[in-house]
Structures are given as C-alpha cells and as structure tokens.
C-alpha cells in the first residue's frame, strides 16, 4: 500500500506529519509530493526537504491521495492537476481529506449524496450529509478533523488499533 500526500506551502504541519508517521508506522509507503517545489514550508515554518515535484511523479503507483488541511488549501483548489487528481482518485482509488480539504471536495460535487466530515467553520451545504465526527468514510473517501483520520481505511480496524495502542501511553496500566 502506498499513499501520496500532496503539500503547498502553508499546509497544517500537523494534518501532514500525523498521517505520515501514523501511516509509516503501519507500514504504508508515504511520498511527499511539493506542489512547485523539492522543498515545502508549513504554516508554522516547518520545512520538509526533499519532496517530489507534482510533475515528476507518478500518481498511478500510490493507492491513496491525501489532502493535509491549513491555509494552502485554496491553493490545491485552485491548481488544474491537483483537481484532476482528486476526481481521479474519488472515482478510482482512496481519497482523504483532512480539516479544511473536504471542502475542495465539497466544492467539486464529490461529497454530494455522502456522509463526510471537515472542520466544522468550513462546513456548507455540499450537498451530502455533514457529521461531527473524527473521520468519515464513505466509499474510498475519507474526511476528516485531524491527523489520523486515514488509518483504520487503509489498513484495517484491527491493525489500526495496534498502532493506537504503540502510541498512547496509558499510566493506569
């Protein structure tokens, strides 16, 4: 399994590390995909060097496509290839999007007739049904209010639950 998570600069460090490190942990592939450049900066100026260049990869090999959320989500929504993306992956693969990302996917008709979820300020009518809750799934497409919302889709409840368990500490036991 291998997913590729798309940055441009602003994205929400945390919607993009959480995923990264969650998902390696559980064993699926990540590559890190920079809109324009190898090197992208998050919105509290974290930089991830090197990334490959939206041009130069190839999106057939990657399972799943996943939209970090942040302020550089109107720039993925205003970007061609990545909408391009996106409509591929919905109809195809697995998509996930995160926080302020569901609503490319709001505002392109994909959330139509679905249950989803995304930050709630950033919730209008899509046309499907909106729920407060951590992460939805419905389909291959996956939204969701924080970092971890991938997971359970891409590898199974039961190992996701083995990689809840190797990173909460619980000091009761």
């Known amino acids: 399994m291998r997913a590729a998570i798309i940055l441009d600069e602003g994205f929400e460090e945390l919607?993009?590390?959480?995923?990264?490190?969650?998902?390696?942990r559980a064993g699926i592939e990540i590559d890190m995909i920079g809109v324009t450049n190898h090197q992208v900066t998050g919105r509290f100026q974290v930089t991830y060097s090197p990334v490959?260049?939206?041009?130069?990869?190839d999106f057939s090999k990657a399972d799943c496509l996943i939209l970090p959320g942040g302020p550089h989500y109107a720039k993925l929504e205003s970007n061609p290839r990545i909408i391009e993306l996106i409509h591929e992956f919905a109809n195809q693969k697995i998509l996930a999007a995160i926080c302020a990302s569901p609503?490319?996917?709001g505002h392109q008709g994909l959330l139509k007739g679905k249950r989803y979820t995304c930050f709630e300020e950033m919730n209008?009518?899509?046309?499907?049904?909106?729920?407060?809750a951590y992460a939805v799934t419905d389909g291959n497409i996956i939204t969701?209010?924080?970092?971890?919302a991938s997971i359970e889709k891409l590898c199974g409840k039961e190992h996701a639950n083995k990689i809840k368990k190797s990173i909460y500490y619980d000091a009761a036991h």
């Open 15 to 24: 919607e993009a590390m959480g995923p990264i490190a969650l998902l390696r």
């Open 52 to 57: 490959c260049q939206l041009d130069e990869y």
């Open 103 to 105: 609503t490319i996917l």
């Open 124 to 132: 209008e009518d899509f046309g499907g049904e909106y729920v407060y």
């Open 144 to 148: 969701g209010i924080s970092a971890a």
